[in-house]
């Protein structure tokens, strides 16, 4: 198959120095073996997507020199497609609808316990209070959960590869450590008809990505998108986790960080060239 790979912003803010790095790399990455670089926009929650940063996405990775096929996907003409898939989850008994708002779960959860953890990469992890509850009862405000446990005893052993420089190698899904450190996670959230995680699985695999090449702070995710493949009976791909690009203290660059814009340094006459150099190329 041939390399085809993608980045996936979400048009919820700037792009920043961080999505330059992690475009740029993908996109040299196809470019070096003949592959293909695809854009995809990540807009599925409606309620944090703006149009102007999908047209700003667009604007400055063509400044920065990338080119994409068009047309471009995005989640949010893609509903029916999740939901069609959740379906198959249903199918299979293991989503449920909860109800618990964000002080039910942090009072289930009681006091934190020495070595027990409390978040996973899905947020906190949910100590089960609707577990039991039959998808008949899903009120308009609910949303729909895995049933992790349940899911495991479905599943056969599954594995990925990972070729980023952090922990290249191999890495089997641990059950324990799905059930413990990931918990319950959610499929469909409040009031957006699916969730980030059986988006980006269903997209990766309907747009027959090799190679997901993307920031270390996803890669505890994988493990969840690996599971869902496997739940779903699609392909895994190979998983490349690249560092993450800090400001001078340290931090990780965040969404609101728009001093490190790159259409903040557009305007302020850096090239194309003076972000490669900034970001370590
Ligand atoms: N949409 C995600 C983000 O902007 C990226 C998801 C991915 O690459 O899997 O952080």
Redesign the pocket.
Known sequence: MTFTT?????P?GPLHLG?AY?ALLAHDMALAVGGTFLLRI?DVDQSRARPQWETQIYDDLRWLGLDWPEPVLRQSDRLPRYVQTLERLRTMGLVYPCRCNRADIEAAAGAPQEGVPQFGPDGRIYSGTCRNRPLSEAGATDVLRLDMAKALTALPPRSFTETGPARTGAHRLDPDALIHAVGDIILVRRNMGSS?HLS?VVD?ADQQITQ?I??A??FD?TQI?VLLQALLDLPTPTYHHHRLIRDEAGKRLAKRDDARAIAKYRQDGATPQDIRTMVGF
Do not use: I, K, M, N
């Not at 993608?6 to 979400?10: G, H, L, M, Q, Y």
């Open positions: 993608r980045f996936a912003p979400s919820t999505h992690s990540e980030y980006v990766d997901v993307r920031g702070d996803l995710a998108h």
